[in-house]
Structure formats: C-alpha cells, structure tokens
C-alpha cells in the first residue's frame, strides 16, 4: 500500500486547517484540534492526517470496479 503524502496542516488561531496538496480537506477547533495534535506527535502525522480526513484506501476498490452499477 502507498504511504499518504501532501498533507500539512498549518494553524490559524485555534484551528488547525489541514491541506492536502494545497486544497483545503478540513478544519479541526477544540478538543478535536487538541486530539489531533496529540496523535501527530506519537504518530506518522501524514497517516493521521489521511484518516482524518478520509483521504486513503480502504481496500475495497477492487470489488467496487466489478460491481454492476459501475460497470
């Protein structure tokens, strides 16, 4: 599986804006912000940024092509 890359997260104010690529993905405030900032310091902050924001395989994609609505 490829490891998530273009993500950043700069902070404005309280909030933190996570980026991916330049585009905005999504706006944490609060105790979420607070959450995520923790998660990135005891993980890879890239993979916590891609499950934040939903950005990443979920392994299903395969079966997904063969089902008949998108064939």
């Known amino acids: 599986m490829g490891r ?3 993500f950043e997260f700069p902070q404005r104010g309280g909030d933190i804006v996570i980026t991916h690529h330049g585009r905005k993905a999504a706006t944490l405030r609060g105790d979420a912000a607070a959450r995520f900032l923790e998660d990135v310091e005891q993980s ?3 993979q916590v940024m891609a ?3 939903g950005n990443y ?3 299903n994609e395969r ?3 063969k089902h008949p609505r998108n064939r």
Do not use: E, H, Y
């Open 57 to 59: 395989k979920r392994g």
């Open 4 to 6: 998530a890359s273009g």
């Open 63 to 65: 079966l997904a092509r």
């Open 51 to 53: 499950r934040v924001t």
């Open 44 to 46: 890879d902050p890239q």
